[in-house]
Structure formats: structure tokens, C-alpha cells
């Protein structure tokens, strides 16, 4: 079974600091990444796709991706209330199929103002 | 404004009834997916379709059943053979392969 990981927090972060959300993956063939936002009782989100090892900057989001290691990460710089809400990791599997998304169970994320 | 529209937004029924959720987009996807989520669970795909007139069972389809005879519309019904129908069902659809998904707002289901 190919899975992504989360720690379910609630992760708890004073407004104005950084937020750093982790994700590991199981299928080393994967090959595109995605973080979603999802607030209490509605959808999710799209935030930041990404496709390469390294860094990819959106604003106060940061995407950070490790094959090797199988680790993608989220950092939310200066931290808003706003950003209270639960964080999907999603990963695309190798070897053809739906080509859907596989999903992480989601991190709460709580900025205390 | 492209997007995928989904409804009701929240849906009611008696125990033993199917339900028959709407979703339909105008982003011009091939590829529509149904998800379900349960509370404080990750998303679980249902069924998919990459194409007009085929679809293919996801990793919970017992119980549920799709048709995709436009490539704007895929609708899910919830029969009543479908044990634990009480969730919060997101359809999606995707553009090339590798791209992220987009979702409707999500139906709201209730079965008492």
C-alpha cells in the first residue's frame, strides 16, 4: 500500500512566526507533489505544486521537496490567523492507474494570535 | 468562470434510499474523480474517470456507482447497499496528467 504521511497536530504556532508542516511519501516513483488547504467544513485548496528537488517560493509559502529522502515539506512564514486550518499533503503515484491523488490524513495547523 | 460545480450542498436522506450527487464542470478535464472524507481522515477516492463513456473503481467503490456520459458531468449514486453513506463527498477533475486537482465545494451527506 503507497502512503503519505502527516503528523495530525494540532500544530500550534504564535502569530507572526513560521509554520513548518512535513509530509513522506512510500512510492519512490512519485513525481508530483501538492499541498492543499482545507478550512473546517469546506474544500480543499490548492497552495503549492511542486515538481523538482529543492525550493519553491509563493508568497509566504515555501514548498520544499527531498526524493531522496521522500520528504515534502511546507513552511508558512509570518504566520496570519488566517492560516488556522488542516494542511493535505497529496502525492501523484508512479505506474499509470487514476493518476488521482493520494492524500495524507492532513495537519491542523493553529496560529495563536 | 471555470470551475466545478457540485450539489445540493448538503443532502438528507432515510436509511435504504439511493442518492444520486450532482457534479458537473466546465473546465474541460478529461479526468473527474469522486473522493470521500470522513472527520479527521484524509481523502479516499471512490471512483474515476480519465474519459467520456469509462470509469474505474477507486479504493473504496463498494456500494457506490458512477456513469460519465457528457465530459462536463459525473455523477456518484450512494446505494443503499453502501454500509456507512454519512460523509463529505468532494468531486475533482485534473487538466494534463501530473497536474493538481481541482475540487467542487463538496456534498454534504446525511443518511439517518
Known amino acids: 500500500q503507497k502512503e503519505v504521511e502527516q503528523n495530525s497536530g494540532p500544530l500550534s504556532v504564535p502569530e507572526g512566526a513560521i509554520a513548518s508542516l512535513n509530509c513522506t511519501y512510500s512510492d519512490r516513483g512519485s513525481q508530483s507533489f501538492f499541498w492543499y488547504r482545507q478550512y473546517s467544513g469546506k474544500s480543499p485548496e490548492l497552495i503549492m505544486s511542486i515538481y523538482s528537488n529543492g525550493d519553491k517560493e509563493d508568497g509566504r509559502f515555501t514548498a520544499q521537496l527531498n526524493k531522496a529522502s521522500q520528504y515534502v515539506s511546507l513552511l508558512i512564514r509570518d504566520s496570519q490567523p488566517s492560516d488556522s486550518a488542516t494542511y493535505l499533503c497529496?502525492?501523484?503515484?508512479?505506474?499509470?492507474?487514476?493518476?488521482?491523488?493520494?492524500f495524507g490524513k492532513g495537519t491542523h495547523l493553529i496560529i495563536q494570535p | 468562470d471555470g470551475g466545478i460545480t457540485q450539489s445540493p450542498k448538503y443532502l438528507f436522506r432515510k436509511e435504504g434510499q439511493n442518492v444520486t450527487l450532482s457534479c458537473e464542470q466546465n473546465l474541460n478535464h478529461d479526468a473527474m474523480y469522486w473522493y470521500r472524507q470522513d472527520p479527521g481522515q484524509g481523502l479516499r477516492l471512490i471512483y474515476y474517470?480519465?474519459?467520456?463513456?469509462?470509469?474505474q473503481k477507486g479504493d473504496i467503490a463498494e456500494g457506490y456507482s458512477v456513469s460519465r456520459e457528457k465530459k462536463e458531468s459525473f455523477p456518484l449514486t450512494v446505494t443503499s447497499a453502501q454500509k456507512n453513506p454519512t460523509a463529505f463527498y468532494l468531486c475533482a477533475s485534473r487538466g494534463v496528467r501530473g497536474s493538481p486537482l481541482h475540487f467542487g465545494n463538496g456534498t454534504r451527506l446525511t443518511v439517518t
Open positions: 474517470s480519465q474519459i467520456v463513456n469509462d470509469f
Open positions: 497529496a502525492v501523484t503515484l508512479s505506474g499509470g492507474g487514476a493518476d488521482g491523488l493520494t
